[in-house]
């Protein structure tokens, strides 16, 4: 029991609180509960409504996706019939994530969320040179060589996105220990 309650401890020590995940989300309570009811993110509630650093993250992701998309378009996106996306485990593996794509596919401008993986763990200016590259040409975008779609994307480097959010949790004096991905 003793240990049950320490691992409890422990992990709750990692997690943020909802008035955290608020700050450096961007998203208001209320919106933190729409994501939920739509099943686009789901925190812990042990007995307080909790948030991983890989949610904080996917949240800041999602909130700089709404200053141009609606919150209908991103849950259409991600519960398309032709391709229905994942969103938790996006979550898992964002630390292996390099860009997310969200945007109009094809002519009929299906909504859709693209992920590109850092399969080859590319350094920095790697990272930088395609994303450079990918805002150069915003009408086609291409991941691994295969095209994709055409129309109106929205491109966000998740390694920007975490080290926005690492500046902004220092400025919030977050304890560095729980600024890791899971």
């Known amino acids: 029991m003793k240990r049950e309650q320490r691992l409890a401890r422990l992990e709750k020590s990692r997690m943020f609180s909802q008035k955290?995940?608020?700050?450096?989300?961007?998203?208001?309570?209320k919106q933190l509960q729409k994501l939920e009811q739509l099943e686009i993110i789901k925190p812990r509630k042990i007995p307080a409504v909790l948030y991983s650093w890989n949610q904080i993250i996917f949240l800041r992701i999602l909130y700089?996706?709404?200053k141009i998309w609606s919150l209908q378009q991103i849950d259409k996106a991600f519960k398309s019939s032709e391709n229905p996306v994942n969103a938790e485990a996006i979550v898992e593996d964002i630390g292996n994530v390099l860009n997310i794509y969200f945007g109009e596919k094809g002519a009929l401008g299906n909504l859709g969320i693209y992920i590109q993986f850092n399969k080859y763990n590319m350094s920095e200016i790697q990272s930088r040179a395609i994303y450079k590259m990918i805002l150069e040409f915003p009408d086609i975008v291409i991941d691994d060589g295969v095209e994709i779609g055409q129309g109106k994307f929205t491109v966000l480097n998740v390694p920007k996105v975490i080290e926005e959010l690492k500046v902004m949790a220092e400025s919030l004096e977050v304890e560095e220990s729980k600024l890791?991905?899971?």
């Open 20 to 29: 955290e995940t608020v700050e450096l989300s961007g998203f208001t309570r």
């Open 64 to 66: 700089h996706f709404r």
């Open 180 to 182: 890791k991905i899971v």
